[in-house]
């Protein structure tokens, strides 16, 4: 085990296998975090980068399984936030020293395309990064918001397990969200998606296929984060995810994915 990650740490390559046992081996979580945190050293530097979250809007069309905000949980207090308030809460950021904004919602129809390219292009006179994390959309609505100056989109896929994402995520397709992720990069953004660990029906040999897929899309950022089941969504009585198995997940990905953001989510400081 030691020496796959020795290997790792020089080549930043294993096989699915070696990924898989390396998940499901607890006493190599100290040598897999620290020669990930030699990489990290070593490709991206110490400093912490800061970015200013607007979470815009709480209004959601899809009705995913573990999470608050899903379309069917009455419980939530629903809110909307408008252009103007989008455009203050920037400026702040930019005041407070902040040199990216992320705006971030469910997926409200009611930011049509248009709606969002105009806010983007307010937030860009401010010389601000945007980075925009809104669902899935067409090609043609993302081409929009890159031509009007989004430099970065988010996009969790959540697991690379076709069956477990369907069943989780219903009414949803696993081919369309792996065709935004493609389309995001085909049209130059800087991509960041993800992983939820501890999806019932998820299998380390599948988030094992969650490492490769994003080495192979050579995601920009990818944020990981264990289950916490949510009282008000089918998932509420489900065993929280792992925060050890995340733990040695994040290490992987740092070992294999070199150069890439990994952030510091709320699930794991949670």
């Known amino acids: 085990m030691e020496a796959c990650v020795k290997r790792a740490e020089a ?16 006493e190599v979580e ?7 945190d030699r990489v990290r050293h ?12 607007i979470e815009f809007s709480n209004i959601c069309r899809q009705n995913c399984m573990y999470c608050g905000l899903r379309r069917e949980n009455g ?3 629903r809110y909307r936030l ?10 702040k950021a930019k ?4 040199q990216t904004v992320v705006l971030q919602s469910g997926e409200d129809l009611y930011f049509t395309a248009e709606r969002l390219a105009a806010i983007v292009r307010r937030l860009k006179e401010l010389d601000l990064a945007v980075t925009l994390s809104v669902g899935e959309r067409s090609y043609e609505e993302y081409a929009l918001w890159r031509t009007a100056g989004a430099d970065r989109y988010l996009l969790r896929i ?17 081919a369309n969200r792996v065709r ?17 660990v501890g999806l019932p029906g998820q299998s380390l040999a599948s988030i094992a296929e969650d490492i490769l897929f994003y080495q192979q899309l050579d995601a920009d950022m990818v944020g990981i984060g264990p289950l916490i089941p949510n009282p008000d969504t089918p998932l509420g009585t489900a065993v929280p995810g792992d925060f050890h198995l995340t733990r040695r997940m994040v290490s992987l990905l740092r070992l294999l994915l070199p150069e890439a953001n990994i952030p510091a989510t709320t699930a794991m400081e949670t």
Do not use: N, Q
Not at 42 to 53: I, M, W, Y
């Open 30 to 36: 100290e040598c897999l975090a620290a020669a990930a």
């Open 95 to 98: 005041g407070y020293g902040y």
């Open 42 to 53: 070593a490709f991206v530097g110490d400093g912490v980068h800061l970015r200013g979250l």
């Open 158 to 174: 959540e697991t690379t397990d076709e069956a477990v994402y369907e069943r989780w995520d219903p009414g949803m397709d696993y």
């Open 11 to 26: 080549s930043h390559v294993l096989t699915p296998e070696e990924i898989t046992a390396l998940l499901g081996a607890p």
């Open 82 to 91: 408008d252009a103007d308030t989008i455009v203050e809460l920037a400026h």
């Open 75 to 77: 419980k939530v207090e």
């Open 180 to 196: 935004c992720l493609r389309d995001l990069r085909a049209l130059g953004y800087e991509v960041g998606t993800g992983t939820l």
